[in-house]
């Protein structure tokens, strides 16, 4: 069992900048890959980003490329999402998941945080 507590949530005018974590519970994060989501009201959860257990390997959605980066302390058990040049479009609520394989498809996650909303005013 794997517990995720996202934080860094806000509201931020669009072009600037936001952190967001997410710290889990048990000894064994470093195994896992690590993903974050994001739900906008009336639409479907999407991918935003990835990484593996080292973080030697990211991934991203074309929407956030160059503007997001993904990054992880296994010392600390955190996976972190850097956020810039936000857009009104990036408001949602952002969620983090663990997964065994990185993988850009959300059913292949195993545990979800609670989320955190993220709003971006233009």
């Known amino acids: 069992q794997v517990q995720l507590v996202e934080d860094g949530g806000g509201l931020v005018q669009a072009g600037g900048s936001l952190r967001l974590s997410c710290a889990a519970s048990?000894?064994?994060?470093?195994?896992?890959?690590m993903g974050w989501f994001r739900q906008a009201p009336g639409k479907e959860r999407e991918f935003v980003a990835a990484?593996?257990?080292?973080?030697?390997?990211?991934y991203y959605a074309d929407s956030v490329k160059g503007r997001f980066t993904i990054s992880r302390d296994n010392a600390k058990n955190t996976v972190y999402l850097q956020m810039n040049s936000l857009k009104p479009e990036d408001t949602a609520v952002y969620y983090c998941?663990?997964?065994?394989?990185?993988?850009?498809?959300?059913?292949?996650?195993?545990?979800w945080g609670q989320g955190t909303q993220v709003t971006v005013s233009s």
């Open positions: 998941a663990v997964t065994r394989v990185t993988t850009r498809s959300p059913g292949e996650y195993n545990y």
């Open positions: 048990g000894r064994t994060f470093s195994r896992y890959a």
């Open positions: 990484i593996n257990w080292s973080g030697g390997s990211t």
